[in-house]
């Protein structure tokens, strides 16, 4: 029995010191690679804000081919001309924001809510430090 109640001490001690250690690991911090899409192809000519679509919110309810075979949506930020005008004759954000799926086109400021000026963009990507943008502009950190 007293050779173990050791061997029980020891690893305690061993789990405290390694649960001590994890304590200093510099754990990076995380950046998201799918995150909200910015859509501003004519937000700021009309005189709103960019839209905000949060990606992951709508990626936990449905499945991907939902929006990007069902709907249309290309797999790449600004791939598709989207405007008031086909949402709200029921094409791309249109087919389920209306009203009875989500909310209507009523409440602007629940998608016009980004900051003005802001390009089309998947927004704080990775990907954006990586690549730099094809009009040869510097890349936002």
Same mark, same amino acid.
């Given at each position: 029995?007293?050779?173990?109640?050791?061997?029980?001490?020891?690893?305690?001690?061993?789990?405290?010191?390694?649960?001590?250690?994890?304590?200093?690991?510099?754990?990076?911090?995380?950046?998201?690679?799918?995150?909200?899409?910015?859509?501003?192809?004519?937000?700021?000519?009309?005189?709103?804000?960019?839209?905000?679509?949060?990606?992951?919110? *709508?990626?936990?309810?449905?499945? !991907?081919?939902? !929006? *990007?075979?069902?709907?249309?949506?290309?797999?790449?930020?600004?791939?598709?001309? =989207?405007?008031?005008?086909? =949402?709200?004759?029921?094409?791309? !954000?249109?087919?389920?924001?209306?009203?009875?799926?989500?909310?209507?086109?009523?409440?602007?400021?629940? !998608?016009?809510?980004?900051?003005?000026?802001?390009?089309?963009?998947? *927004?704080?990507?990775?990907?954006?430090?990586?690549?730099?943008?094809?009009?040869?502009?510097?890349?936002?950190?």
């Amino acid at each position: 029995m007293r050779k173990r109640k050791g061997w029980t001490a020891f690893m305690a001690l061993m789990a405290a010191l390694i649960t001590g250690m994890l304590l200093f690991v510099d754990i990076p911090t995380a950046n998201a690679e799918y995150g909200d899409i910015v859509i501003n192809n004519y937000a700021d000519k009309a005189g709103m804000r960019p839209a905000i679509f949060p990606h992951w919110f *709508h990626r936990i309810r449905f499945r !991907c081919k939902v !929006c *990007h075979a069902d709907l249309g949506f290309k797999f790449k930020a600004g791939g598709n001309e =989207i405007n008031m005008v086909k =949402i709200i004759d029921g094409q791309f !954000c249109g087919a389920c924001h209306n009203g009875e799926i989500a909310w209507s086109i009523e409440n602007c400021n629940l !998608c016009h809510s980004g900051k003005p000026g802001t390009p089309t963009q998947v *927004h704080e990507s990775t990907i954006q430090k990586l690549v730099t943008p094809a009009s040869g502009a510097a890349v936002q950190k």
